[in-house]
């Protein structure tokens, strides 16, 4: 059973830190890795995506991948009370196209 | 470019009634795969189409089926509908080139 966890949260920062969220996926082969962003009452908003080890940035968000710890994270600075969200880890396994989803970890940024 | 768009945004049914849910993709946008969300499990695959052809399927029972037709437009059926399936169901498209899925806002399932 191919898995991708997260901590559940709440995890409370201050406005203007830097917020870590991490993910953890269990398919070894796993190619291509996303961050999506879901408010209450919506639908998830996709934010980042890497497919390389390494950083990449965009803006105030960074997504870090290490797939030989199977681990991905997303890292945002200077966080905003509009980032308070749940944001959800998202792997394409080895084999076919469906994505795998954690369950998401609950940021609270306050003013 | 328009999002992706779901019809309808609200649904209440009575268990053992069925239900078929539709989604427009993003244009130009080949694939469309349809998930399940509820708070205890999370986003759930159901199962993606791609160029009309169903191309993976999730651990859903038979009672959940789609169909994708020749614009790319998708919908989903479920039968005999069953207290367990009120959620919010989520269409999602992509390009078919890359995988990155773009959701549209979902359709939120109310079973009674």
């Known amino acids: 059973q191919k898995e991708v966890e997260q901590n559940s949260g709440p995890l409370s920062v201050p406005e203007g830190a830097i917020a870590s969220l991490n993910c953890t996926y269990s398919?070894?082969?796993?190619?291509?890795f996303f961050w999506y962003r879901q408010y209450s009452g919506k639908s998830p908003e996709l934010i980042m995506f890497?497919?390389?080890?390494g950083d990449k940035e965009d803006g105030r968000f960074t997504a870090q991948l290490n797939k030989a710890s199977q681990y991905v994270s997303l890292l945002i600075r200077d966080s905003q009370p509009s980032d308070s969200a749940t944001y959800l880890c998202a792997v394409k396994g080895e084999a076919g196209t469906a994505l795998i989803f954690g369950k998401g970890t609950t940021l609270s940024v306050s003013s | 470019k328009a999002g992706v768009t779901q019809t309808p945004r609200y649904l209440i049914k009575t268990r053992g009634q069925q239900v078929t849910l539709s989604c427009s993709p993003i244009?130009?946008?080949?694939?469309v795969s349809w998930y399940q969300q509820t708070p205890g499990q999370g986003l759930q695959f159901l199962f993606e189409y791609f160029s009309e052809t169903q191309r993976n399927k999730g651990n859903f029972p038979g009672r959940f089926s789609g169909r994708q037709f020749s614009n790319s437009r998708s919908e989903m059926n479920v039968s005999t509908l069953e207290l367990g399936d009120s959620a919010l169901y989520l269409c999602?498209?992509?390009?078919?080139?890359?995988?990155?899925?773009?959701f549209g806002p979902g359709t939120r399932l109310t079973v009674t």
């Open positions: 398919d070894r082969g796993s190619q291509s």
């Open positions: 999602a498209s992509r390009s078919g080139d890359f995988y990155e899925q773009y």
């Open positions: 244009s130009g946008h080949r694939s």
């Open positions: 890497i497919y390389s080890n």
